[in-house]
Antibody, heavy 122, light 106 residues
Framework: EVQLVESGGGLVQPGRSLRLSCAAS????????MHWVRQAPGKGLEWVSG????????GYADSVKGRFTISRDNAKNSLYLQMNSLRAEDTAFYYC???????????????WGKGTTVTVSS | EIVMTQSPATLSVSPGERATLSCRAS??????LAWYQQKPGLAPRLLIY???TRATGIPARFSGSGSGTEFTLTISSLQSEDFALYYC?????????FGPGTKLDL
């Protein structure tokens, strides 16, 4: 069974950092691009970042560019999101998601984790 | 970035009826468009990618069409489990972007 499990969320003060992790299982992790998508309380989906299967291609939403860094460790079947200089508007539920296509850049997401909550507040 | 808009914001329909949801891109995304369904408290589910290809396990009553800047998701005969939020997403350009969603209401 394909599974994605996020961790690392929590309450953090504005300006501080947090690192999210996503543990993948049930598929050949290093064949697929991966994404982070967030959803603020009561709001719609916002694509945050994506990384290709070989880390050769990465992209970020304008709202997080320069503050967030996506990375992956294919040996550990893990995806990460390093979030620096956090703001109140980064408060959201963060989903890790698998891309639908093998050996392609990040396109769209066919498997999603259950998510982890990030709250930025003093 | 490419801005995605969806209409209507809410669509009130009855079971058995046909639902047509629209998605528009601020510039051409070719056919690089996906649709997702989200129910309260759950992660989104991929319905359609490449504008018209159904994802694995998605019933045939869901269909997608369009190209360039105008796209449509059609649900041919609504079932009770179809009442949810629907989002479109473009993946032609960086950054990938979602529309604001259409709520399918009973």
């Amino acid at each position: 069974e394909v599974q994605l499990v996020e961790s690392g969320g929590g309450l953090v003060q504005p300006g501080r950092s947090l690192r999210l992790s996503c543990a993948a299982s049930g598929f050949t992790f290093d064949d697929y691009a991966m994404h982070w998508v967030r959803q603020a309380p009561g709001k719609g989906l916002e694509w945050v970042s994506g990384i290709s299967w070989n880390s050769g291609s990465k992209g970020y939403a304008d709202s997080v560019k320069g503050r967030f860094t996506i990375s992956r460790d294919n040996a550990k079947n893990s995806l990460y999101l390093q979030m620096n200089s956090l703001r109140a508007e980064d408060t959201a539920f963060y989903y890790c998601a698998k891309d639908h296509a093998e050996l392609e850049p990040p396109y769209c997401m066919d498997v999603w984790g259950k998510g982890t909550t990030v709250t930025v507040s003093s | 970035e490419i801005v995605m808009t969806q209409s209507p914001a809410t669509l009130s329909v009855s079971p058995g009826e046909r639902a047509t949801l629209s998605c528009r891109a601020s510039e051409s995304v070719s056919i690089n468009l996906a649709w997702y369904q989200q129910k309260p408290g759950l992660a989104p589910r991929l319905l359609i990618y490449g504008t018209s290809t159904r994802a694995t396990g998605i019933p045939a009553r869901f269909s997608g069409s369009g190209s360039g800047t105008e796209f449509t998701l059609t649900i041919s005969s609504l079932q009770s489990e179809d009442f949810a939020l629907y989002y479109c997403q473009q993946y032609n350009n960086w950054p990938r972007t979602f529309g604001p969603g259409t709520k399918l209401d009973l």
